[in-house]
């Protein structure tokens, strides 16, 4: 196993198949509780990347009433910028079109 170092503090640890056999227990918790990205390679071409995923964050709970506030806000200050010879349906379709 090699370990390259990609700048201050990120750092990549690089594995063949071989090692990924022996030891992927504790492949998993580099990966998943220090954030670690581990390559793996065969025959010294890369072939994978363990990834950490991040976990979903829990919802907050906002009575309904703070959650219209906020869209209000949201809709003035979005009118605010708007320019009145534009429409807004068009422009949804422009972008959805450059993706």
Same mark, same amino acid.
């Given at each position: 196993?090699?370990?390259?170092? +990609?700048?201050?503090?990120?750092?990549?640890?690089?594995?063949?198949?071989?090692? +990924?056999?022996? %030891?992927?227990?504790?492949?998993?918790?580099?990966?998943?509780?220090?954030?670690?990205?581990?390559?793996?390679?065969?025959?010294?071409?890369?072939?994978?990347?363990?990834?950490?995923? %991040?976990?979903?964050?829990?919802?907050?709970?906002?009575?309904? /009433?703070?959650?219209?506030? /906020? +869209?209000? %806000? +949201?809709?003035?200050?979005?009118?605010?910028?708007?320019?009145?010879?534009?429409?807004?349906?068009?422009?949804?379709? /422009?972008?959805?079109?450059?993706?």
């Amino acid at each position: 196993m090699t370990t390259t170092y +990609l700048g201050e503090e990120e750092r990549m640890k690089t594995l063949g198949v071989r090692e +990924l056999k022996e %030891c992927i227990s504790e492949i998993l918790c580099w990966v998943e509780e220090e954030g670690e990205t581990v390559e793996m390679t065969k025959r010294g071409e890369v072939i994978a990347h363990f990834v950490s995923v %991040c976990k979903p964050q829990q919802s907050v709970v906002q009575p309904v /009433d703070v959650v219209w506030t /906020d +869209l209000e %806000c +949201l809709a003035t200050e979005i009118s605010g910028n708007w320019h009145s010879n534009v429409n807004a349906v068009n422009t949804v379709r /422009d972008i959805r079109l450059e993706l």
